[in-house]
């Protein structure tokens, strides 16, 4: 154990040679007792650092790192420490001065923190939220931004085996995200390498989501114990409530797909209808859209939004299924909806609701929708044909225009169930806020195959 005068001259000559934007030492006040390293995630800007505002808030000394140009820290912080084994090797040095080490990060930061788990052991905790361990592979952040792994620090699971890090302490990833979904199908050959695991029921921003739950803090303190409150408060689960391997496996694969343009993710998001996770239902929605499936996309669509509501990437998907279905009636209630919410990312959404022309376009009624009569006729001339189908599609555009006809809305629903668009006239339902809109629900929901 050192002393803090040893303390500053350590920093000094370890640290005083490397790029001032991407490494600061706060020595705050407790002396060699606990010092914190905390590695920045991507697109921090240069001379910034990730968590600074919380980190002001804890006591100990901070080390907090950045890296140039996305780099996954492979090319280290800059000045004399230009590889992430030099950079390693001099946290370690630094690290031994005090009597405590916690090793912290998100995404590219959380790659870091892992891998100075797994080398040392400094009496602390890690805390790894969203990380890599694996560099480079398809359609990763990693790759996005062009890193270059270094040698065998490209996969830290290889470079340091399935047990667990010399330094204890949790992993968390996002069970709604298609890249930790890559890293979570992969836990049954990872072992004990991530420590204890579990995932939050929201994206990549993993931290954002705990610091929205006011439980961030707790989980830099004590992760084991942060974890422990988190899922009594199901605020995290364990792996398996959120999926099984295989499913976060497809999730991964048919985004990778997608992201190739390759048609055969159209196959892989056939394959799961029914999991109810937001990310992999946003992600059928995006899929089964571009595939030219715009009922199914719309249905996907309201499924991501249900699990996950008011989420801005969710609602984007369905108001571009509606789009894309040329819904106007769908539309213009969603819009209606969209203006009551003040956050930037809901404008968004309006705004291509707006340009896509629908919301001044609702058509009239056709004259086949006036009474139940006239409906009833078509529908039967439809049915003898074996043009039920392309009929209730027809009417699932004009639902939305229904809510204060409850007797003709009521017909107009038995159509489109008639056709065995079920799932269609569910997500439409869902969409409803007409009396007696609950009841109807429930009946087609009755209707539902059961998993």
């Not at 792994?149 to 996002?174: M, S």
């Not at 509606?322 to 990312?345: F, I, Q, S, Y």
């Amino acid at each position: 154990m050192g002393h803090p005068g040893r303390i500053s001259r350590d920093v000094e000559t370890l640290f005083g040679r490397a790029d001032p934007d991407f490494v600061r030492f706060d020595p705050g006040e407790d002396g060699n007792r606990v010092l914190w390293v905390v590695a920045s995630h991507v697109n921090v800007p240069k001379g910034k650092f990730a968590q600074t505002r919380i980190f002001s808030r804890i006591r100990g000394a901070k080390l907090l790192l950045n890296c140039a140009e996305n780099s996954w820290y492979q090319v280290g912080v800059g000045g004399d420490f230009t590889s992430i084994a030099t950079l390693v090797a001099a946290v370690g040095r630094l690290s031994e001065g005090f009597q405590r080490a916690h090793f912290i990060g998100h995404s590219m930061g959380a790659y870091l923190a892992l891998a100075l788990a797994h080398s040392f052991d400094r009496g602390g905790h890690f805390l790894a939220t969203s990380p890599e361990a694996v560099l480079g592979g398809p359609a990763t952040r990693s790759q996005d931004n062009g890193v270059v792994p270094t040698g065998d620090w490209g996969d830290l699971i290889a470079r340091f085996g399935a047990a667990a890090p010399k330094t204890p302490g949790v992993t968390l990833f996002g069970a709604h995200d298609p890249v930790d979904a890559l890293f979570l199908s992969g836990l049954d050959q990872a072992g004990a390498f991530y420590g204890e695991v579990a995932v939050a029921p929201h994206h990549h921003g993993v931290t954002e989501y705990l610091t929205g739950q006011r439980h961030y803090r707790p989980f830099l303190l004590s992760p084991c114990k942060g974890l422990k409150q988190a899922r009594e408060k199901g605020w995290v689960l364990d792996c398996h409530m959120a999926g099984r391997t295989a499913q976060f496996g497809l999730f991964n694969k048919a985004y990778r797909l997608l992201r190739a343009g390759d048609s055969a993710a159209l196959d892989a998001v056939q394959a799961d209808a029914d999991w109810a996770n937001p990310g992999w239902q946003a992600l059928r929605a995006e899929v089964l859209r571009k595939a030219g499936h715009p009922e199914q996309a719309l249905v996907a669509a309201c499924s991501a939004d249900r699990a996950a509501p008011g989420r801005p990437s969710y609602l984007r998907e369905r108001a571009r299924a509606l789009v894309a279905l040329g819904d106007a009636g769908g539309a213009v209630a969603m819009a209606r909806d969209l203006r009551e919410r003040t956050h930037p990312k809901f404008r968004r959404v309006l705004v291509e609701l707006e340009a896509s022309g629908l919301l001044g376009a609702a058509p009239d009624l056709p004259d086949w929708l006036s009474s139940r009569v006239a409906l009833a006729a078509v529908r039967d001339a439809a049915a003898r044909r074996g043009g039920l189908p392309d009929l209730a599609r027809e009417v699932l555009v004009h639902l939305a225009r229904l809510e204060d006809r409850p007797d003709l809305l009521d017909a107009a629903f038995q159509v489109v169930l008639d056709a065995g668009l079920r799932r269609s006239a569910l997500a439409c339902a869902e969409r409803l806020s007409a009396p007696g809109a609950a009841g109807l629900e429930q009946r087609i929901r009755a209707l539902m195959p059961r998993a």
